[in-house]
């Protein structure tokens, strides 16, 4: 049994106002595996002061950038001493299945390598050449930290929606108080660990697990400069209300409902093989998840039948079993939710192919869904136009390209995609057609040096490299 008693508050650890403590349950098999204080509105109130106090005082801010480096640097060299400790922590909370907490911390490598190498290379402070040489003045230009930063973050996959914000929110200069669901309490409890071991000045950071309601707390306080917020995109309209009545700034990473474009001359093995990470990744608990999967009529029922084998081959169990690629759902109402749109996209008339509202036999004991696949999906489907945040694809057909590109783009949704294809070159223009903020062609991974977000509902702004860092600062022109 893990135990957090105590929260994470200005960089130490704090008894909570409520000393009842929450029950973290096994998506598995719904044991306690482990009990953790939750936040509420005072603690939020000490976390902000802190951070706030912290920030007019200096301490971190007016830190020279090379020594900020180093102590991120030494974060992420903790956190990979870390990494086999922290996948079993989100696989025992989450029900992430262990291939997917391993391969993440991988990327939680790249991910931070990119925002450390945009720390070392940004322009802290240019003096710009005059468009009018004869002019006497000469401009100088500083990005300069925000301020205090609400980082709030979902359950899906904690510690590389956590550090997707605090690394650039700290890199710059900021304070940050970092709000995580209270289903990662045990994994965000251990990230708060090993932030106190880097050493940071006294309220720079705080974690804390708290529900909802302490979340919108959180965003709407005075003295919060900056909302930084990944989640649903009903989630986020609310948060954007508040930061625009308050003119906070805001960046907003939201749902997506993508597409994966499979083009005539595709090697179907392949690309039905990248849908397998590329669609069901994380238990299909993922906001980049392809999970319209978009094939040309003449290649339909080819595309099909790969897809049913390749779904039907895979282990659905125990996260912590090295065999298994599907693990549960986080939580019984999200196995339901899932469930109740199998059932619908029943009841819409779409074949079912594999799968259905059934729970797999002899996992009856835990939150699992069957991963199902339906064909004969119009678009206009809900099972097409909704994130379900699960095991779920679906199969539409497509006329010819112009049609192929309509159907990806016909979505509230901008967030991810892909195109496959034998030839790269026009896959490549293919993606350009995509309204997505990230395209992938033929199963490439995402490049953490290069933007990530959101076009449409999927979010406002964008995080990784450079682009990502310089969300967490202001322009200041001095002239002289």
């Keep these: 049994m893990i135990t957090y008693g105590r929260l994470f508050i200005g960089g130490s650890w704090a008894e909570p106002s409520d000393p009842d403590l929450l029950d973290i349950a096994s998506p598995h098999d719904r044991s306690v595996v482990g009990r953790a204080a939750q936040a509420r509105p005072a603690d939020i109130d000490r976390a902000v002061s802190a951070a706030r106090a912290s920030f007019e005082a200096g301490a971190w801010r007016l830190t ?15 956190r990979e001493e870390n990494a086999e400790e ?7 909370e989450n029900g992430s299945a262990g291939w997917f907490t391993r391969a993440g911390q991988l990327g939680l490598t790249r991910q931070a390598n990119a925002y450390l190498k945009a720390a070392e290379e940004f322009g802290w402070e240019e003096t710009l050449a005059p468009s009018d040489p004869a002019s006497p003045v000469r401009s100088v230009v500083r990005r300069e930290a925000v301020g205090v930063v609400a980082a709030v973050i979902p ?16 890199l710059a200069g900021n304070s940050v108080v970092l709000k995580v669901s209270p289903e990662n309490s045990l994994s965000m409890g251990f990230l708060a660990g090993l932030l106190e071991r880097v050493g940071l000045p006294e309220g720079v950071i705080s974690v804390l697990p708290a529900d909802r309601e302490t979340s919108e707390y959180l965003v709407s306080h005075e003295e919060v400069d900056k909302i930084a917020f990944t989640g ?7 948060i954007a209300s508040i930061a625009g009545e308050r003119l906070k700034r805001v960046s907003l990473e939201l749902g997506g409902k993508s597409a994966a474009i499979i083009l005539p001359d595709a090697d179907i093995e392949k690309a039905v093989t990248g849908v397998k990470s590329g669609s069901l990744l994380n238990n299909g608990e993922s906001c980049v998840a392809q999970t319209r999967i978009l094939a040309p009529r003449g290649r339909y029922e080819e595309v099909v039948v790969a897809l049913k084998e390749l779904v039907e081959s895979l282990r ?11 693990g549960p759902m986080i939580r ?6 899932v469930r109740d749109y199998i059932r619908l996209g029943i009841e819409e008339g779409a074949r079912l192919v594999t799968g259905g509202p059934r729970i797999p036999a002899g996992l009856e004991k835990g939150n699992y869904v069957t991963p199902t696949v339906f064909a004969d999906v119009d678009n206009s489907m809900r099972i097409a136009r909704e994130e379900i945040f699960g095991p779920v694809l679906v199969v539409i057909p497509y006329d010819d390209e112009d049609d192929a590109v309509r159907i990806a783009n016909d979505s509230e949704y901008g967030l991810s995609g892909g195109v496959w294809s034998s030839d790269e070159e026009h896959a490549l223009a293919v993606a350009r057609r995509v309204r997505t903020g990230t395209v992938t062609v033929n199963g490439a991974s995402i490049d953490f040096d290069g933007p990530f977000g959101g076009f449409k509902a999927s979010g406002i702004g964008r995080e990784y490299g450079a682009v990502g860092l310089g969300a967490y600062t202001e322009y200041k ?4």
């Design 232 to 238: 649903s995109t009903r989630a986020g309209r609310r």
């Design 64 to 78: 020279p950038p090379a020594e900020r480096i180093a102590a991120l640097r030494r974060f992420n060299a903790l």
């Design 332 to 337: 019984p109402d999200q196995q339901e939710r």
């Design 316 to 326: 659905v169990g125990d996260p912590n079993d090295p065999g298994t690629f599907i």
């Design 477 to 480: 022109t001095i002239t002289v």
């Design 155 to 170: 359950w899906n996959s904690p510690f590389s929606s956590a550090t997707s914000k605090i690394i650039p929110a700290l």
């Design 86 to 92: 922290i996948a079993h922590l989100i696989s025992l």
